[in-house]
């Protein structure tokens, strides 16, 4: 059974930077296709980015490019999201999500949570102003 646990949530400041990071649980050797997502209070659940299993292809939520960074290790099973230039509106929890699936690039298709398999329990950011 696959399990995604994230870490690296908290409180910053606006300006300031976090790394979220998601550890995969799986022994099988699979390739999994990676993402993060992220839900604000009494929003919907939106896309934030997404990774191949290779780390060579990525997609960005329009709005975070340049200040967001998606990447992953695979020998350590963990996904990382870097979160530069914080901003209040930043503020959500945050989900990793993975697809037991290897792409060799991120289709717009797979900006839709639909397309996501597993996923984590989420971690907390918020960003003051």
């Known amino acids: 059974q696959v399990q995604l646990v994230e870490s690296g949530g908290g409180l910053v400041q606006a300006g300031n930077s976090l790394r979220l990071s998601c550890a995969i649980s799986?022994?099988?050797?699979?390739?999994?296709?990676m993402a993060w997502f992220r839900q604000a209070p009494g929003k919907e659940r939106d896309f934030v980015a997404a990774?191949?299993?290779?780390?060579?292809?990525?997609r960005y939520a329009d709005s975070l490019k340049g200040r967001f960074t998606i990447s992953r290790e695979n020998t350590k099973n963990t996904v990382y999201l870097q979160m530069n230039s914080l901003r209040p509106e930043d503020t959500a929890d945050y989900y990793c999500?993975?697809?037991?699936?290897?792409?060799?690039?991120?289709?717009?298709?797979?900006?839709?949570?639909?397309?996501?398999?597993?996923w984590g329990q989420g971690t907390q950011v918020t960003v003051s102003s």
């Open positions: 990774i191949t299993w290779s780390g060579g292809g990525t």
């Open positions: 999500a993975a697809r037991k699936r290897s792409f060799s690039v991120i289709t717009p298709q797979l900006m839709g949570a639909d397309m996501y398999e597993y």
């Open positions: 799986e022994r099988t050797g699979s390739r999994y296709t």
